[in-house]
């Protein structure tokens, strides 16, 4: 986790400390997701979100001895994904404006909120261990970011709509014990997006 504080702040660093053109902006933002996939290539097996098929047998044994592995793995996959989406962002306004440059930080922050959603919805984890008030934040922000290319767009990508119905579901569901969630699907209705 320390590490990918430490990339994050890197490069929201970078970027504050003068005014950059969009493609040097876009350097610093592949710099920061290459780090992060590194990252992420590095974690230990357990943790990997996709497991080897030839180690299934051997995942799924240790997934019965330490129950805890599919809860931790579902948190970590979900933080990192969130970043992976957090730093893909900031382009996403020159995307939206039409800029076909960015493709790659686009394909990275769109395949992430998905990726988001269905983590907090698949049956890996049972999602009311993951009640706390970051995980309504991390869910919400992925379904802001999907809404918001849903709502440029004339015919939305069914995946992204799927996934946006997904969020709102599993926000009403934790609703009662989470305030942020609770809020955000305010907000989601407000702007009618979900």
């Not at 497991?51 to 995942?59: G, M, S």
């Not at 970043?83 to 382009?91: D, F, M, T």
Request: proline content about 4%.
């Amino acid at each position: 986790m320390a590490r990918i504080a430490t990339i994050y702040y890197q490069l929201h660093s970078k970027l504050r400390l003068r005014p950059w053109s969009p493609s040097e902006v876009a350097e610093f933002v592949f710099h920061a997701d290459d780090q992060l996939a590194a990252l992420i290539e590095q974690l230990p097996p357990h943790l990997q979100n996709d497991a080897d098929v030839a180690d299934l047998f051997q995942h799924q044994e240790k997934q019965r001895q330490w129950p805890w592995i599919a809860t931790q793995r579902t948190s970590l996959v979900m933080v990192l994904l969130y970043y992976r989406l957090a730093i893909n962002r900031i382009l996403q306004a020159y995307w939206l404006e039409g800029s076909t440059n960015y493709a790659r930080a686009r394909s990275i922050c769109l395949s992430s909120a998905i990726g988001v959603i269905n983590s907090a919805v698949s049956g890996h984890s049972s999602f009311t261990r993951l009640r706390s008030w970051d995980f309504a934040m991390i869910i919400f922000s992925a379904t802001v970011t999907l809404a918001l290319e849903v709502r440029k767009g004339e015919n939305p990508d069914p995946q992204f709509t799927d996934a946006i119905i997904q969020s709102d579901r599993l926000l009403e569901r934790v609703q009662s014990q989470n305030k942020l969630a609770r809020e955000a699907l305010s907000i989601l209705h407000e702007l009618k997006i979900s």
